[in-house]
C-alpha cells in the first residue's frame, strides 16, 4: 500500500502541470478538453489522445515534488484535463469525489498494483533481464549442457542435467540455444547471435561437469544448449525521450522470427551503444515507398527514389553494444524487417 498525501481544493487536484518549454510539445488535432483514466491505460495511451508526440508527456505532466514522489501514481476513475495554453496535463476529481472537499491536506490510499504504468510493461518485463544476443566472447565463455540424468533427448522443469563452463559463485543459471546470426543488412557484418531463451537452472553440485536440476522451462532443454550466469534486474528508466544526435539505423528481426509485426511487440535493432543509442530513446520507424520511372512527352524515362513514409514510433528498451531491442508504440500499418529507424 502507498500512501500520497496532497491537497484537494474545490475538489481539483492539479498534481501535474509544467511550465511551457522552448520547444513546445503540440497539441493532437482531436484533442479533448479531459479523459477519464480506465483500466488497462499507459501514460504513452493517455498522452498520445492530446499531444502529436506521445513520448512528449514527461515534459507536460510535470509533477510538485512537494505533494508527491512517483509520476506514474495515476489511476483508473482519474480525469485527466487539459490546459491548451501551455499544453499542461492536470489530473482532476476522481469520479465519485464529492464536488467540494475541505481545504488542507488529505490521505489518499491506493494499490500500487492497480496504478497506470508509463508502457506495456508486462511486455518487456521477460526481456529485461534474459539473455537476448551474445558475441563471440560470451559464447566462448558460456556453460554447455554435456548430459541429461535419464534417457530422454530433451529436459523441462524439475529434471537434473550435467553441464561443464559453470563456474563456482554463481548458483542460478540461465539455459539458452544460439538461434539466429544477427547480420547488417547494409555491411553483412555479424554482429552477434540471437539466444532463444530456455528456462533457468540451479547448481545442486560443483564439479566437472556439474550438476543443475532445472527450476523452469519454456521451451526442451537438451545437450549442446548453453548457460550463462543470471543476470541480475536492472533499474530501468521509462522516461521516454528523443536522441540528441541524429540516428540511422534498420529492423533486422522481430522477436521469435516472424517477418511483420505490428503495435506491441519486439523488434531487433542493428545499432547499440556504440551508435549512441540507450535505453528510452524514441525512435520513428520509416518504410521504403520504391521507386518510379516517369516517361516525359518525348519518350524520356527518368527514375526517381521515392521518399520514405514514416508511419510508427519504436521505445527502445535494451541496448547491447551493437544490437538494441525496442518496442513498437505506434504503428499505421505492419512493421517489416528492413525497415529504417531515426531520429523523430
Request: without cysteine.
Amino acid at each position: 500500500m502507498i500512501r500520497i498525501i496532497f491537497p484537494l481544493l474545490f475538489g481539483i487536484a492539479t498534481l501535474l502541470s509544467v511550465p511551457a518549454v522552448a520547444d513546445q510539445a503540440t497539441l493532437a488535432d482531436d484533442a479533448p478538453d479531459s479523459y477519464t483514466v480506465v483500466r488497462g491505460d499507459t501514460l504513452w495511451d493517455i498522452s498520445g489522445r492530446f499531444l502529436r508526440q506521445p513520448w512528449r508527456w514527461p515534459e507536460v505532466w510535470r509533477l510538485n515534488r512537494d505533494q508527491i514522489r512517483n509520476p506514474h501514481l495515476i489511476y483508473p476513475g482519474q480525469i485527466i484535463v487539459l490546459d491548451r495554453s501551455g499544453p499542461y496535463l492536470s489530473i482532476g476529481r476522481r469520479i465519485g469525489a464529492p464536488l467540494y472537499e475541505k481545504r488542507f491536506p488529505q490521505i489518499y490510499s491506493e494499490e500500487v498494483d492497480s496504478a497506470i504504468p508509463s508502457i506495456p510493461m508486462q511486455i518487456i518485463e521477460p526481456f529485461l533481464t534474459r539473455p537476448l544476443v551474445v558475441d563471440d566472447a560470451k559464447l566462448a565463455g558460456a556453460g554447455t549442457v554435456v548430459a541429461t540424468e535419464t534417457s530422454r533427448v530433451f529436459m523441462g522443469a524439475g529434471d537434473t542435467v550435467f553441464a561443464t563452463g559453470v563456474t563456482e559463485g554463481s548458483d542460478v543459471w540461465q539455459v539458452f540455444r544460439p538461434a539466429r546470426p544477427l547480420v547488417d543488412p547494409v555491411t553483412n557484418e555479424l554482429l552477434g547471435h540471437e539466444a532463444m531463451f530456455l528456462g533457468t537452472a540451479r547448481v545442486t553440485e560443483h564439479g566437472t561437469p556439474a550438476t543443475l536440476k532445472l527450476v523452469s522451462s519454456v521451451e526442451e532443454i537438451g545437450t549442446g544448449d548453453r548457460l550463462v550466469v543470471s543476470e541480475r534486474p536492472e533499474i530501468f528508466s521509462f522516461m521516454p525521450h528523443a536522441p540528441d544526435a541524429e540516428i540511422e539505423g534498420r529492423l533486422i528481426g522481430i522477436y521469435r522470427g516472424v517477418i511483420e509485426t505490428g503495435r506491441h511487440n519486439v523488434v531487433t535493432l542493428n545499432i547499440g551503444s556504440r551508435a549512441g543509442l540507450e535505453r528510452g530513446h524514441v525512435l520513428a520507424l520509416h518504410r521504403e515507398r520504391g521507386s518510379v520511372v516517369y516517361k516525359d512527352d518525348e519518350g524520356g524515362k527518368e527514375t526517381f527514389d521515392l521518399p520514405q513514409q514514416r508511419y510508427g514510433l519504436a521505445f527502445v528498451f535494451r541496448v547491447f553494444d551493437r544490437v538494441a531491442y525496442a518496442l513498437v508504440m505506434d504503428s499505421d500499418g505492419p512493421v517489416t524487417v528492413g525497415d529504417s529507424v531515426r531520429k523523430p
